[in-house]
């Protein structure tokens, strides 16, 4: 299990139902509890786009067209902030402050004088008040410098002091915003241990209230905390005893709290010694006989799942601008060599095989730029059903960002091996992704489940329907229609009243993996129904699909809007969507086969048939070739 203060890996003890249980909770949470900074559509129905995807229909409203939803003095604010943080990066080492284990006090002091603690603070608390889109944007900026750095100001404000700004009381705010926006305090996130891992609901630290109600008393352990041995504020997860309104039962229930490092009884372990992110202090916090006042229940008494679900999903959309800059600023290391780099008589810009490297690496950087402000512009206009999309980016873009770094160096060849090129520091910066603020490998479920259970529930109601036919001609004729003219290879979705002329034959490679995708869903779910939470190997394969279909999706919105607004690089956007697509849909079609086809099923067996007995021998089963007598 693995959190450093943000999220959490599945255990490997863990069964597969038992983590999938977990997300459906998480999903469940965040549909009932909306943070209060957020104004919701009126509508009732879910807008997702990947949701809705799931179930074979198109909801257009948070993809086409690519969003623009902050106001002229939101942007102009923005753009007043790049010039003085691009200066201060200027002056700013990251190999110093990795060797140093975190930024001297002149780099947080210019940090918190420029707003940079506190960008979504509202500016009553001293904060900058940015939009989503302005701290993705911001995020950018210092991704592109050090994810260090990148990582202390992610675990600060995007979920260290945002559950005070999600859900804190008016004195709660009053009282903390101001000292961890402008006044020098470090918050932390604290939610995993060392017992518990994606099944956050089994923490042990407990809170016991007081026979007054006055105060909690607080014992426990929480591990991998960003900013844990540096933070005075914690927004802190324990158990407490839950007496049930209804039924009178007691039952333990997660709460969170609002923690002072000067209530007394919180102590911090010594840094940890961390592949990459030095920058960034993580450590191990401890809490004994911790006493919290009742007034710093953080969304009320036994809702602390909730909340912690909140925050995360929140923030997540944040990863893919900040990756963003780091793919960019590897784009531009290697490019700058590969045009000076004499190999054979000429520059390597002109070899075949660097060609498609950079071609690649742009084109994942373009995918990932254009989910995350895709996701914050989506946000600043008001929705809420973004949470599949948010994790879909956090998992391209890791991984994204990993596949450009590790190109840029193979591009610059000895010297991109060199510490001096800077590139491996950021490879070794960038492995966290994949794993923090939801590990890769179960997000791709949580997709998966998540969309199936919004399909699944569409098949319920047609079943429904079926037993009152004379009350549902309507839903009946409709699904029929749909599956009809599908299953003879007739209509089926069609996007190109979306894109601009030119992008209209890739919107057709985007439509085709749509239909392709949903009939592999549908018919999943007829084999399997309830059974497919336990079939993995088929519900990574879908998730990919998902992944690229939305990515394509996104690419083929924000290049649109560069053709009908004339933007400078539109043409060369159009060339990246293109590409991407072609390819994106030739990965679909592998993968829907994958899900299907029986030679693979029956492959997906042999697997795990290896696996078993690799854990059984607790490694490597075979001997060595080289027999010794």
């Known amino acids: 299990m693995l959190q450093f203060g943000r999220f959490v890996v599945a255990r490997n003890e863990q069964s597969s139902r038992a983590i999938l249980n977990q997300y459906y909770r998480w999903l469940s949470a965040s549909a009932q509890s909306k943070p ?8 009732t129905v879910n807008t997702s786009f990947m949701a809705n995807l799931f179930r074979g229909e198109i909801e257009p409203l948070q993809v086409f067209p690519y969003p623009d939803s902050i106001k002229p003095e939101q942007k102009e604010m923005i753009g007043s902030l790049i010039d003085p943080v691009t200066r201060f990066f200027d002056g700013y080492d990251p190999v110093k402050a990795e060797k140093n284990g975190g930024p001297d006090e002149a780099t947080f002091q210019s940090m918190w004088e420029m707003g940079l603690m506190g960008m979504q603070a509202p500016e009553e608390y001293g904060g900058l008040a940015l939009p989503n889109t302005g701290y993705a944007r911001m995020g950018e900026l210092v991704g592109a410098r050090d994810l260090g750095l990148a990582v202390v100001f992610g675990a600060h404000q995007s979920i260290g002091w945002k559950g005070v700004l999600l859900y804190g009381t008016e004195e709660q705010k009053t009282k903390y915003l101001p000292k961890v926006v402008t006044g020098g305090t470090i918050a932390a996130f604290c939610l995993t241990e060392p017992s518990s891992g994606s099944d956050a609901g089994s923490i042990r630290s407990r809170a016991v209230k007081s026979a007054d109600g006055s105060h909690y008393v607080l014992n426990g352990s929480k591990i991998w905390i960003s900013g844990g041995g540096l933070a005075d504020l914690l927004t802190v997860f324990a158990q407490t005893e839950i007496t049930d309104p209804k039924t009178g039962q007691k039952r333990d229930k997660v709460t969170a709290f609002i923690v002072e490092r000067a209530f007394g009884g919180v102590t911090s372990g010594p840094p940890e010694d961390k592949m990459g992110i030095k920058c960034s202090n993580t450590a191990e916090v401890y809490f004994e006989d911790v006493r919290i006042p009742a007034e710093n229940v953080l969304g009320g008494e036994g809702n602390g799942f909730k909340v912690a679900m909140n925050i995360l999903n929140n923030g997540r959309f944040g990863m893919s601008g900040t990756l963003a800059g780091t793919m960019a600023h590897c784009i531009q290391k290697a490019a700058e060599h590969a045009t000076t780099r004499v190999q054979f008589g000429q520059k390597i810009e002109n070899f075949g095989n660097v060609q498609e490297k950079l071609a690649r690496m742009a084109m994942h950087q373009y995918v990932s730029q254009s989910m995350g402000y895709m996701i914050s512009g989506n946000m600043d206009a008001g929705h809420t059903d973004y949470h599949l999309e948010a994790a879909i980016s956090k998992v391209f873009a890791s991984e994204a960002a990993w596949y450009v770094c590790d190109e840029a160096i193979q591009i610059l060849g000895g010297n991109g091996f060199m510490t001096s090129s800077g590139l491996e520091k950021f490879l070794r910066d960038i492995r966290i992704y994949r794993i923090f603020e939801g590990a890769n490998d179960i997000l791709r479920l949580f997709v ?36 009809a ?9 069609d996007l190109s009243s979306f894109v601009a002329d030119p992008l209209k034959e890739s919107a057709a490679l985007c439509a085709d993996s749509i239909d392709r995708f949903s009939k592999t869903i549908e018919a999943l779910l007829i084999k ?6 336990d079939q993995q ?9 998902a992944i690229d279909i939305y990515a394509m999706s996104c690419v083929l919105s924000r290049a649109t809007k560069a053709l009908r607004e004339n933007h400078p690089s539109a043409e060369h956007e159009v060339l990246m969507a293109k ?15 994958r899900a299907s086809n029986g030679v693979f099923l029956k492959n997906y067996d042999t697997m795990s048939a290896i696996a078993k007995n690799i854990c059984s021998r607790q490694g490597v089963v075979q001997s060595n070739p080289v027999r010794i007598v």
């Open 537 to 545: 190997f088929l519900l990574i394969r879908l998730a990919d699909s």
């Open 528 to 533: 399997h129904g309830k059974g497919i939470v």
């Open 485 to 493: 003219v599908r299953s003879i290879g007739y209509g089926g979705t």
């Open 448 to 483: 998966t489940l998540t969309g199936i259970q919004y399909a699944g529930s569409h098949l319920k109601e047609l079943q429904r329907a079926f037993k009152n036919p004379t009350a549902n001609l309507g839903l009946i004729f409709k699904e029929g229609s749909r599956r």
């Open 36 to 43: 209060k900074e957020r104004s919701a559509p009126a509508a």
């Open 579 to 593: 590409a991407w697509c072609v390819e994106a849909n030739d990965r679909v079609r592998i993968n829907v086969r």
